[in-house]
């Protein structure tokens, strides 16, 4: 009797057939009409695709993107997991919103609080303009400092105080305000009729005295003094035409402030400079008469040589005039009467 291990399975014997037979194939038919039919058949068949958009396929790597956290229950081997945390990723764009809106909260802040409002008004560079006066009159106090632009109060100091010449202005953040100014060197004080009108500095912008100075050269005269090439009254200005970058003429002519200064380096210390509308610049003689030179200084020292001869004729012929003319270097001449 054949013993168990010897016994051959049903199994066994199809294998074995299939490694002697050679795999048989089921002929396809050569009939084209059964070809085409079998094409017909297939190409009815429906297939059914299904499409997937790029939000769920995000979806689905956000979800397998997750971490998965495992607590420890305590009892060596055991763990329970915990639902999967989503993971953020912040864009540039998202970062860039924040920023905006983090900047309005900070602008309506800055607002609203008094913890930004004008606290202090900084001054350096004045001598005789105070501090007190110039914050009263740009009434800054208080005033968000967000508000404050620095060309505008430039602006309104210059156009406030003709005896400031430059000013600079700095804001502080988050209350105070440096305000840097350069005040006007007084050059000549021009007095009419004995009574004090103005300052008028180098470049012949007149403004109020105010304070002490000790160099102005005090002029005494009868009019105003000859202004410059252009210059046009206030009174008759027009606003409507006038631009911000019009450049603002002075008073005076500069020309003249440097003959003035120029003649009174040469007239007799004692005597005082005297300005006349219709013969210039001079001033009174040690001798009792007054002499003018006109109102430049063009041919000065041929005048002062010409007058030096006058002077000696007029001795010589024992003469008493009341007025010296020495505007027009070939045309001099002299007044007895008043």
């Known amino acids: 009797m054949a013993s168990g291990s010897n016994r051959t399975t049903r199994a066994d014997e199809v294998r074995a057939r299939r490694k002697i037979e050679p795999a048989r194939r089921k002929p396809i038919p050569t009939n084209p009409s059964v070809r085409v039919s079998r094409d017909a058949q297939n190409a009815s068949r429906v297939v059914a695709r299904r499409s997937y958009t790029s939000t769920q396929y995000s979806k689905s790597a956000a979800t397998r993107n997750r971490s998965r956290v495992y607590m420890p229950t305590g009892t060596p081997g055991s763990e329970v997991r915990l639902p999967p945390l989503p993971q953020f990723h912040f864009s540039w764009r998202l970062l ?8 309005l909260v900070l602008l309506f802040m800055m607002e609203t ?25 740009l009434d800054i106090q208080g005033e968000s400092i967000i508000h404050v632009v620095p060309s505008d109060i430039e602006n309104q100091i210059l156009e406030a105080f003709p005896d400031i010449k430059a000013a600079e202005v700095k804001v502080r953040m988050p209350t105070d305000i ?16 004995e009574e004090v009108v103005y300052w008028i500095d180098q470049d012949g912008f007149a403004f109020t005295v105010r304070g002490e100075a000790t160099l102005p050269i005090r002029v005494y005269a009868n ?30 002519d500069p020309a003249f402030v440097a003959t003035v200064q120029k003649l009174n380096s040469i007239k007799p210390a004692e005597s005082p400079m005297l300005y006349d509308a219709k013969n210039g610049l001079g001033w009174v003689d040690p001798h009792g008469w007054q002499v003018y030179f006109g109102d430049d200084d063009a041919n000065i020292d041929m005048k002062l040589l010409e007058y030096t001869k006058i002077v000696e004729t007029i ?11 020495m505007e027009f270097l070939h045309a001099p001449y002299y007044r007895l009467e008043p």
């Open 315 to 325: 001795l010589d012929r024992n003469l008493q005039p009341v007025l010296i003319s």
């Open 96 to 103: 860039s919103g924040l920023i905006a809106v983090g900047m």
């Open 223 to 252: 009019s105003e003094p000859p202004h410059p090439l252009g210059w046009v009254p206030p009174e008759l200005q027009l606003e409507a035409i006038e631009t911000e970058n019009q450049e603002k003429l002075p008073l005076v």
């Open 113 to 137: 609080s008094t913890a930004f409002a004008v606290d202090q008004v900084n001054l350096s560079g004045g001598v005789r303009v105070p501090v007190e006066e110039i914050s009263q009159k």
């Open 178 to 193: 440096d305000i840097v100014i350069q005040e006007r060197i007084p050059a000549l004080l021009w007095l009419n009729n």
